[in-house]
């Protein structure tokens, strides 16, 4: 098999990881022993509904699924692979994990005085977003049960994964375009105001003959739907085969301009398929206005 063609199927799979939980419905339902993701708003309010989520390796909402609390509180994800929660009453911090698994994710609980509002305010999005990755929304007014938020991406409406009065995560829709595109939130008759965040495609162009032991290689990153500079993090998931010159994980920053590119170099350790998988590192601030283009 081509590198050039290992690649392609190595980022179908990479895409579907990060996150095609739409296709669920079509496939067999995800097994819990098969749980690795858990997403959990970063942000939730003192004795308020919240909606957390469990993904499996590739992506898939999986029911079933025991998560343990720091402050010994236990639930199971429901057929939808979320679970609704409220958070308790003492603000500070907690921890949650997936039981049985290494790792824990931290959320603020905040108080109701932090977080109450009468209509929705977002306080910060993501300039950037990737067309095939989740994102994070903060701000006051979002419902705590996930499915009562609608988030509009370019009119469509987008999968909410997770989310409190303070936080949401969202998912694209798959055939979303890239480039600037109107982002909307309503919740039980509230509504944002509609902000721009730009959403762009990475594709990643590599020399198609087998690499060999001390080879250099150049992997390009084609950003489309900017013409900003954005940073991109490689990580290299197979150690054994190429090393990733300056470090694993690495970090760089695009070109910018009409061909906004990224490079990074790989050098061969031994014959043998690599793997390296490329992330847009994204940065939160307060929303744009849906006038502004990046």
Not at 39 to 44: D, V
Not at 229 to 258: D, F, Q, V
């Amino acid at each position: 098999m081509s590198l050039r063609r290992w690649f392609l199927l190595f980022f179908s799979w990479f895409a579907a990881y990060f996150f095609s939980p739409w296709l669920a419905a079509q496939q067999p339902v995800p097994a819990a022993s098969g749980a690795r993701i858990l997403l959990l708003p970063r942000r939730i309010v003192s004795g308020e509904r919240a909606t957390l989520a469990v993904l499996d390796v590739n992506g898939r909402l999986t029911p079933g699924v025991a998560v343990n609390f720091s402050n010994g509180d236990r639930l199971t994800t429901d057929a939808t692979g979320r679970a609704l929660f409220v958070a308790p009453l003492n603000p500070g911090v907690i921890f949650a994990s997936i039981a049985g698994r290494m790792g824990r994710v931290a959320t603020a609980i905040l108080s109701l005085g932090e977080a109450a509002l009468a209509s929705i305010e977002v306080s910060s999005a993501p300039r950037v977003a990737s067309l095939t990755d989740r994102f994070e929304i903060f701000g006051k007014g979002f419902c705590g049960d996930a499915d009562s938020n609608q988030v509009t991406i370019a009119g469509q409406r987008a999968i909410v994964l997770a989310s409190s009065p303070a936080s949401l995560i969202v998912l694209p829709l798959q055939d979303l375009q890239p480039g600037a595109t109107e982002v909307e939130i309503s919740c039980a008759k509230r509504q944002s105001p509609p902000f721009s965040v730009t959403f762009v495609g990475l594709d990643l162009e590599a020399d198609s003959s087998p690499l060999k032991p001390g080879e250099h290689r150049a992997l390009t990153v084609r950003v489309r739907g900017t013409t900003a500079k954005i940073t991109l993090e490689a990580r290299n998931l197979a150690t054994e085969i190429a090393e990733l010159t300056g470090g694993n994980p690495l970090r760089t920053s695009s070109s910018g301009g009409a061909e906004n590119l990224g490079k990074f170099e790989i050098v061969g350790r031994k014959n043998g398929s690599f793997l390296i998988s490329i992330r847009l590192v994204s940065s939160l601030g307060r929303p744009q206005p849906v006038n502004l283009r990046q």
